[in-house]
């Protein structure tokens, strides 16, 4: 009987932490990513959205579960998400969809289409939409962070920001359990903040002056390219800050407490844990 979990992106900011949690309980893993990176307990295996055509079936050998995300870099979501949704689908696979907060709102949204797709579809699922995380303070803003600014075209706008170990275990309790099915849950951190509120956190951890620099779209674009980011991916990261700038993303649910049991972490504790390197000089 199929009763493998397949976790798209094992090796990646909230992946890594999701197949630890899922193997931690006893479960079966397949950890997919582009270069089948060993995971210890878990069977590794190569994916790339890119180049899935005729890849997607054997993937789903032998699981019953899947963890479905779409790693950064990627404009075309629904192009790629939907084929290994459909693919899913067809053979009854449980999917639990690692969404974006706020997608619900417009159904054009390409994600918002793999949501419905789902949704639909009579399969068992779990949708997941996580506000922005946490990490990001590390994986993408660290650079700005080295040199004493965070620049981002967020205005004055909040953000519920999450730990991403807070999205794997709430993506952990939908597929070890049917409790949550054919259910969907914005996860969100505990309190809502600026970027201007985390600069000065951050800079009073790390003992250094920490300033915000709102941007315009155009200006952050620009400095994306210049940093090697290509020009339509630079523009689609200055899109999903309008959501922030018009206060969609304040929101703060208390839906990773339903799903885990647990409070969510709060900035102030996450920035404590990674103290080392957001001080770091580069």
Do not use: C
């Amino acid at each position: 009987m199929s009763q493998k979990i397949l976790v798209l992106g094992a090796n990646g900011t909230v992946g890594k932490h999701l197949v630890a949690e899922l193997l931690a309980r006893g479960e079966q893993v397949k950890a997919a990513s582009r270069n089948a990176t060993p995971m210890e307990g878990a069977e590794a295996v190569a994916f790339d959205f890119t180049t899935a055509t005729g890849a997607i079936e054997p993937l789903l050998d032998g699981v019953d579960r899947l963890f479905l995300m779409l790693p950064t870099g990627y404009v075309n979501s629904y192009e790629l998400l939907a084929p290994v949704a459909q693919a899913a689908i067809d053979r009854g696979i449980k999917v639990v969809f690692q969404s974006v907060l706020g997608v619900d709102a417009d159904d054009s949204i390409p994600y918002r289409q793999v949501e419905l797709m789902l949704i639909n579809s009579g399969v068992a699922s779990v949708v997941l939409r996580p506000n922005w995380f946490m990490d990001n303070f590390v994986n993408f803003w660290l650079p700005g962070i080295q040199h004493d600014v965070i620049a981002v075209p967020a205005a004055e706008g909040q953000s519920s920001f999450i730990d991403a170990r807070d999205i794997a275990a709430s993506a952990t309790a939908a597929l070890t359990s049917s409790a949550f099915d054919n259910q969907q849950f914005n996860l969100t951190g505990p309190q809502a903040m600026g970027y201007a509120d985390a600069a000065e956190l951050i800079g009073e951890a790390i003992g250094r002056s920490l300033a915000y620099q709102p941007l315009s779209d155009d200006d952050f674009i620009a400095m994306l390219t210049q940093a090697g980011v290509p020009a339509d991916y630079a523009g689609f990261l200055a899109s999903i800050f309008a959501p922030v700038r018009m206060g969609w993303t304040a929101a703060v649910s208390d839906a990773v407490e339903q799903l885990t049991g647990n409070a969510p972490r709060t900035l102030e504790a996450w920035i404590a844990e990674h103290q080392a390197v957001l001080a770091s000089q580069g």
